[in-house]
């Protein structure tokens, strides 16, 4: 068998999690799986996995070699579609982004950019809080910045801010802060993450930054919710623009305290270095493409 043939099933089954599930995805027999693990390790001469009858195990060798064969992998194909530049794209893309930006813009685009490559797959992980790339074989990140140091990758997709909203009928009963102290009176719904709720928001005050610890009778995991909750009356959220562009369009929301706001919080598209499959660079780019054009006036 070629190396690269077993590369990729070695990898698979470091997905699927057991040989016989990577025979019946294949359509192959599991003994030529075997096979393909069993070569690697005559090649690199070491045990590379080890199998009981409940569980599969990857040795020390066998992690290391998954990092290498992803390289490997990669670049091979990377070549291989720098020399076929009219091939038609195809092949999975895994892609992460919050909940809300999620549901109300990037499936949307994500439709379209399917209908343009009917052979690439999406796989959309939808999730507020960080996930980690590497360990969940995720392509692409749709993440707001600024960013942690890291050793990934990011393209800007677009320039945002935070903003302090809530229903015109919330602010008619309660009436609209004048400084970010103000919202010590506010029923502020939270971003709720495990031990760590975002209960803290920032601000900038000519070039000094502070901070506010806001309270609320109501907290979700997921930013969809909270939106709906404040286009309902139900208290005061603090958004990243590009989640609420319409409400705010339309009047369903109202922002507030703007000359206090902390800076940009732009969105980047992440990804774990280079080089980049020639579907995943497209993906980007159609990104960028879209949101370009949200921009204009009149979008």
Partial sequence: MDHLDALRFFLDVSEKGSFSAVARQRQVATSTVTLAVNQLEQVFGARLVTRSTRRLAFTHEGEMLLVEAKRILTDWDTALQSIRQDDELTGPIGVTATNDFGRSQLRAILDAFQDKHPKVHISLFLSDNTVNLIDGQIDLALRYGPLEDSSLQARMLWRGKRVVCAA?????????????????????????????????????????????????????????????????????????????????????????????????????????????????????????DVLADKRKPGQ
């Fill in 168 to 288: 015109p009928s919330y602010w008619k009963r309660h009436g609209r802060p004048d400084h970010p102290n103000d919202l010590l009176q506010h029923n502020c719904m939270i971003l709720a993450r495990p031990g760590a709720p975002l209960s803290t928001w920032g601000f900038r005050d000519s070039d000094r930054h502070f901070a506010i610890k806001v309270r609320g009778d109501r907290q979700a995991s997921d930013g969809a919710v909270l939106r709906e909750w404040a286009t309902q009356g139900a208290g005061v959220i603090f958004k990243n623009q590009q989640d609420i562009q319409e409400e705010l369009a339309s009047g369903a929301l109202e922002g507030v305290l703007g000359e206090f706001s902390a800076g940009p919080v732009d969105l980047y598209a992440v990804y774990s270095g280079p080089p980049q499959s020639r579907r995943v660079a497209a993906l980007v780019q159609f990104l960028s």
